[in-house]
């Protein structure tokens, strides 16, 4: 057996029930075996492997509060800090029922990874809870992030570990997290990022995500001598990452037909009007469906589906595991020749493969989604610095991190002789790293 197989059997059989970790373990590692087997002598003594897939640490604890009715209700909280090699934990807090061990495991592990590729000097880490803040009044949410920060404030600090946004937390959770942070602890510090512009955020944090999605989809269609200008294209999700990738993409003159949310999709053949789906989702906290309602031409369709939608460039920014082998086979059928990734390991391995194979270009989320964590670390910056630096300023800063993110992934696919395989080049630039400093910094 292989070094990289053997940690693969020891991770299954050391994770039971933890399917999401296994699987994002199994990609790296695939994509690992050549720089591994070039130095496997010294990673076995070294247990290199061994160390890069065991979490530096998770916490777990209750989080209880009271609903509206009176009635204490009881979740699950995490943070598992994967991996300080080459800097504080860094990631985000999710908040959704799906939460559990193994799924924040697989954030945590591809987090490591994502923040060595932006170039700063950020660990990985993730967090968050079952808790679903869909639903629930303005009061719920603030009891429950008061009683989750309560416990967590324990274990983060500015120089220690760094929070962020994710799925089910924006801009009021962390508001109401930083606020009891600061109420335990008495400390102003830059401990969480997101935070709003009044109170030690950072410009171009809300739309960094999918705008960083956009400027390395630009790059990698550049390398391949085409343009944004003119090319269809299709965005799942309606959350934070999705609005502003459309908000970039028709900015460079691509035209957006089809979002979605947890329920179904809109299409709308003339191009979505993103104003209308920011009113109901960042204002009113609405269905994509009201969209449908509101735009004559505009078609509403219940459930998945969104990926038989014609397009050149598929965006899938809502989940992991969102696009599997048959939307990617509709994808390919329907002419689709590029796929980069806004959420986390939304396309299954196997639809990877086929996409791969048909010779689609594609970018995994760890480079892709990057310029999110890589402007938190601007915010970390500011707030070190007790500055503010102008839209214009951050912007620049992260379209120059997404170049070089591509840049770094093309790279290591040409020295590993594989070419346009983004996947291996994306786990091979973040991994040699990571690797360099765990070295460096003996066995801790
Ligand atoms: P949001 O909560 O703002 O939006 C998530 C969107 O995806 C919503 O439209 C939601 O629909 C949909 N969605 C969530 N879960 C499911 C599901 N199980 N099935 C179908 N649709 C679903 O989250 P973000 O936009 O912040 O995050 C989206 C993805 O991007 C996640 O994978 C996240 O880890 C990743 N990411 C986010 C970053 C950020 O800066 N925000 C940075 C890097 C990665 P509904 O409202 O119906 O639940």
Redesign the pocket.
């Given at each position: 057996m292989s070094y990289t197989e053997e940690i693969y059997a020891r991770v299954i059989e050391q994770n039971p029930g933890e399917p999401e970790f296994h699987q994002a373990v199994k990609e790296v590692l695939d994509s690992l075996k050549l720089v591994i087997d070039a130095n496997e002598e010294e990673y076995r003594k070294l247990g290199i492997l061994e160390r890069l897939v065991e979490p530096e640490r998770i916490i777990s604890f209750r989080v209880p509060w009271v609903d509206d009715q009176g009635k204490v209700q009881i979740n699950k909280g995490y943070r598992v800090q994967f991996n300080s090699a080459i800097g504080p934990y860094k990631g985000?807090l999710?908040f959704?029922p799906?939460v559990n061990q193994s799924i924040l495991k697989f954030?945590g592990f591809e987090q490591v990874f994502k923040n060595s590729l932006t170039g700063l000097p950020i660990g990985g880490g993730k967090g968050g809870s079952n808790f679903d803040p869909?639903g629930k009044s303005d009061r719920e949410v603030m009891a429950f992030c008061q009683s989750f920060m309560t416990e967590l404030q324990k274990y983060i600090g500015a120089d220690q570990d760094v929070p962020?946004?994710?799925?089910?937390?924006?801009g009021r959770e962390i508001g109401y997290l930083y606020g009891q942070y600061k109420r335990l602890t008495g400390q102003y510090e830059g401990v969480l990022t997101?935070k709003g512009l009044t109170w030690g955020g950072s410009l171009v944090r809300t739309q960094?995500?999918g705008y960083g999605l956009v400027y390395i989809l630009d790059e990698m269609l550049k390398a391949a001598g085409k343009s944004m200008e003119g090319q269809t294209i299709v965005v799942?999700?309606?959350?934070?990452?999705?609005i502003y990738a459309v908000e970039k993409a028709q900015e460079l003159g691509a035209k957006v037909v089809a979002m979605?949310?947890?329920?179904g999709y809109v299409y709308d053949p003339e191009g979505i009007k993103l104003d209308i789906v920011k009113d109901i989702?960042e204002v009113k906290r609405g269905?994509?469906k009201e969209y449908a309602e509101q735009v004559s031409s505009a078609v509403y369709t219940e459930g998945k589906g969104i990926w038989t939608v014609k397009c050149d460039i598929a965006l899938p920014?809502?989940?992991?595991n969102?696009l599997n082998l048959d939307d990617a086979k509709a994808l390919v059928a329907n002419g689709c020749f590029a796929i980069a990734e806004?959420?986390?390991?939304?396309t299954t391995r196997e639809a990877t493969d086929y996409v791969q194979a048909q010779g689609l270009l594609f970018m995994p989320?760890k480079a892709s989604?990057?310029g999110?964590?890589a402007t938190s670390a601007l915010e970390m910056c500011q707030n070190s610095a007790r500055l503010s630096w102008t839209f214009e300023e951050v912007d620049e800063k992260l379209k120059n991190i997404m170049k070089d993110i591509y840049a770094k992934v093309a790279d290591a696919a040409e020295r590993y002789d594989v070419p346009g395989n983004f996947v291996v080049g994306a786990n091979i630039a973040g991994f040699e790293k990571v690797v360099d400093a765990m070295k460096a910094q003996g066995l801790v």
């Open positions: 985000g999710r959704h799906s954030l869909k962020a946004g994710d799925i089910g937390v924006g997101g960094a995500t799942s999700g309606s959350g934070n990452v999705a979605s949310d947890s329920n989702k269905r994509i920014c809502a989940t992991q969102e806004g959420a986390n390991m939304p989320g989604n990057a999110g964590v």
